[in-house]
C-alpha cells in the first residue's frame, strides 16, 4: 500500500471510530427543539408534583391542542417498615389527569429507579397508555436477577414493557415531536426524553446548584455519565430541563426541578463548560465513595426491573421482597 493510502484509511476509522463521528441523533434532537422554540409545533404543558419522601418528580406533559399526554416517572408510596404501597401520589396525579382531560398516552420511565417504586402499571390501569423505558433495561434485569438469584418467571428480556426505546427512536405526543436519548452512566439502561422543547433529563443532571447523579450503581460510569450530560448540554441554550430529583442545595430551602441548557452549562458545580471529563470522573468517584445506598434500594430495584409490578405472590398469596444480606 502507498503511504498515501495508509494515510487516508487511518483517517478514515478515525472518523468512523473517534470523537468527529456526527451524532445523527443528537443533530435531529437538536432541530426537533429548535422547531419548537420557533413556534412550529405546539410547545409541550409540563406539570410536575414533587415527592419529597424520596426527592422525587413527577412530570406530566401534553400538547395543549390534542390535549395528548405522558407521565414521567411516576411513584408508588412505599411505608418500607410495614412493608406497605399506597397509591395516594399516584391517585393525585391521576386526579390531574382526569381534571384537566389529559388522554394519556405513554408512561415513559427514564430509567430503573434504586429510590423510590414505580407507579406506571398502577396508573396505567387507571388511565391507559403504553409503558415505555430504555431497551439496555435488560442488562439491568440481568444484573439484579442475578442479584435477587430471581427464578424462570422473571425473562429478563424487557417484556414486562410495552415499548423499549432504542437512541434515536422518534415518537410524538399528540402533534409533538419526540426523540429518546440514550443516556447511561447513572445507570447503563438511562434514557432522556426530548419532547417539543422539553427534555425529561432522568438522573443525568441536577440542579446547577446541586450538580449530578450518582455513578455508582451496579453498570454505572462516571466517564459515560459526562458523556451524556456532555450530549444534552449541546442542545440549544433555551431547552428546558425538567429533572428527576432535587435535594436543595445548600443554602437553599425550595425544592426546584426545572432549568434550562444554558443555566446548565454556565453554573452546573460538577458539570459547567470547561470541565473536564478526568476532573468530572475525579469529582464523581470521590463524592460517590461518601454516599450510602438510597434507603429504598432493595425494595424499589425488585420492583423497578419488573416494570413496577410486585413480584408474583407465594402459594399463600402474598407478595414478598428480599433482603440479600452482606452484598452491597
Ligand atoms: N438519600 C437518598 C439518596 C438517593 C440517591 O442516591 N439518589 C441518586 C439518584 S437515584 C443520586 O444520584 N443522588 C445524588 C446525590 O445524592 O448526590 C435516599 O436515601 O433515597
Ligand atoms: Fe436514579
Known amino acids: 500500500m502507498t503511504k498515501h493510502l495508509i494515510t487516508f484509511i487511518h483517517s478514515l476509522n478515525d472518523y468512523l471510530t473517534g470523537s468527529d463521528v456526527i451524532d445523527l441523533n443528537l443533530v435531529a434532537a437538536q432541530k426537533q427543539v429548535n422547531e419548537a422554540l420557533a413556534g412550529h409545533t405546539a410547545r409541550p404543558v409540563v406539570y410536575s408534583f414533587f ?14 391542542i390534542t390535549m395528548k399526554g405522558a407521565v414521567v416517572d411516576s411513584v408508588l408510596d412505599f411505608d418500607a417498615a410495614a412493608g406497605r404501597t399506597h397509591t395516594k401520589s399516584a391517585d393525585a396525579l391521576i386526579a390531574y389527569v382526569r381534571a384537566t382531560g389529559i388522554e394519556i398516552d405513554w408512561l415513559l420511565e427514564t430509567h430503573a429507579h434504586a429510590d423510590h417504586l414505580s407507579a406506571a402499571p398502577y396508573i396505567q390501569q387507571h388511565c391507559g397508555g403504553k409503558l415505555a423505558i430504555g431497551r439496555e433495561i435488560t442488562t439491568v434485569q440481568n444484573v439484579f436477577g442475578k442479584i435477587f438469584n430471581v427464578g424462570t418467571e422473571f425473562a429478563r428480556d424487557g417484556s414486562e414493557f410495552d415499548r423499549l426505546f432504542d437512541d434515536g427512536d422518534q415518537f410524538s405526543i399528540g402533534n409533538i415531536s419526540a426523540i429518546a436519548l440514550h443516556v447511561p452512566g447513572h445507570t447503563p439502561a438511562d434514557m432522556a426524553y426530548v419532547i417539543g422543547d422539553v427534555v425529561f433529563t432522568g438522573d443525568t443532571l441536577f440542579m446547577p446548584d446541586y450538580g449530578t447523579a450518582r455513578a455508582d450503581f451496579p453498570g454505572g460510569d462516571a466517564r459515560q455519565l459526562y458523556q451524556s450530560i456532555r450530549r444534552l448540554l449541546s442542545l440549544p441554550g433555551e431547552t428546558r430541563l425538567y429533572l428527576c430529583h432535587d435535594y436543595k442545595a445548600p443554602g437553599r430551602d425550595t425544592y426546584i426541578w426545572e432549568t434550562t441548557v444554558a443555566a ?15 476532573d468530572f470522573f475525579a469529582m464523581r468517584t470521590a463524592r460517590d465513595a461518601t454516599l450510602s445506598m438510597p434507603k429504598l434500594i432493595l425494595p424499589s430495584v425488585q420492583v423497578n426491573m419488573r416494570a413496577g409490578h410486585l413480584p408474583p405472590p407465594e402459594e399463600n398469596g402474598t407478595s414478598y421482597l428480599k433482603l440479600p444480606l452482606n452484598l452491597f
Do not use: F, L
Request: hydrophobic content about 20%; glycine content about 6%.
Open 51 to 64: 415527592d419529597e419522601p424520596t426527592n422525587t418528580a413527577t412530570h406530566v406533559v401534553h400538547d395543549p
Open 264 to 278: 446548565e452549562r454556565d453554573g452546573n458545580v460538577h458539570a459547567h463548560e470547561g470541565i473536564s471529563e478526568d
